[in-house]
């Protein structure tokens, strides 16, 4: 069936220092990867996205890249502020079928000054 | 400004009560989305509609109910039958044109809590 793992939080860093979450996915065909991105007390909110095999999608510093030969798409930002202190969800929504995404667990990241 | 709006930020539900949770948009959304969320557990689809009058279960359905009367409107009834609904709830839409690289758009939330 189609599943998303994610490495499990909380991720702590200090401020400038390089993040990386893992993401690894099951799922039939060739699905579209997210990560989404939820600051305390709201909704989520699109950080990123890749649509196909080896392309990478990146915003506010952040990138992720779609490899479809380790079924991954791990998330990475050089170097963090406290401000990206958050809950990072990684999804995909497999071609074919109903279109509806399927959600990892969630990763809480805590970064201090 | 175009968004998804839930209400109430806040709730509580007296045992046996039913109680209902709004969700509108205005972006014009083909299908709209609800989802739990509990501590450690991520997003749980409890129902979702990808037109108006027409709604699908997702994994956690049972003790709730929705309608889908007008395109704008997703409204998620929490029944006295769902014995454990304190968690944070979610709404979401899409445009629901039938692609895999649709992107969801999510209301703020709203948190119910049991007395």
């Known amino acids: 069936g189609n599943s998303v793992t994610q490495m499990e939080g909380p991720v702590t860093l200090s401020e400038e220092a390089f993040l990386t979450i893992n993401c690894t996915y099951t799922?039939?065909?060739?699905?579209?990867l997210f990560w989404y991105v939820q600051y305390p007390g709201e909704g989520l909110q699109l950080l990123l996205k890749?649509?196909?095999?080896?392309d990478k999608g990146s915003n506010k510093g952040f990138e992720a890249t779609y490899r479809k030969e380790t079924t991954s798409f791990h998330l990475e930002k050089g170097s963090v502020q406290v401000s990206d202190s958050a809950v990072y969800f990684c999804?995909?929504?497999?071609?074919?079928?109903?279109?509806?995404?399927?959600f990892g667990r969630g990763t809480s990241l805590i970064v201090h000054p | 400004d175009g968004g998804i709006t839930q209400s109430p930020k806040y709730l509580f539900r007296k045992e046996g009560q039913n109680v209902t949770l709004s969700c509108e948009q205005n972006?014009?959304?083909?299908?709209m989305y609800w989802y739990r969320q509990d501590p450690g557990q991520g997003l749980r689809l409890i129902y979702y509609?990808?037109?108006?009058?027409?709604?699908q279960k997702g994994d956690i359905a049972e003790g709730y109910s929705v309608s889908r009367e007008k395109k704008e409107s997703f409204p998620l009834t929490v029944t006295s039958a769902q014995k454990n609904p304190t968690a944070f709830y979610l709404c979401?839409?899409?445009?629901?044109?039938?692609?895999?690289?649709?992107?969801?758009?999510f209301g703020s939330g709203t948190q119910l809590s049991v007395l």
């Open positions: 979401a839409s899409s445009i629901g044109s039938g692609g895999s690289n649709e992107k969801l758009f």
């Open positions: 799922a039939t065909g060739y699905p579209s």
């Open positions: 890749a649509t196909k095999a080896d």
């Open positions: 999804a995909h929504v497999a071609s074919g079928g109903s279109y509806i995404p399927t």
């Open positions: 972006l014009n959304h083909d299908a």
């Open positions: 509609s990808q037109i108006v009058n027409d709604f």
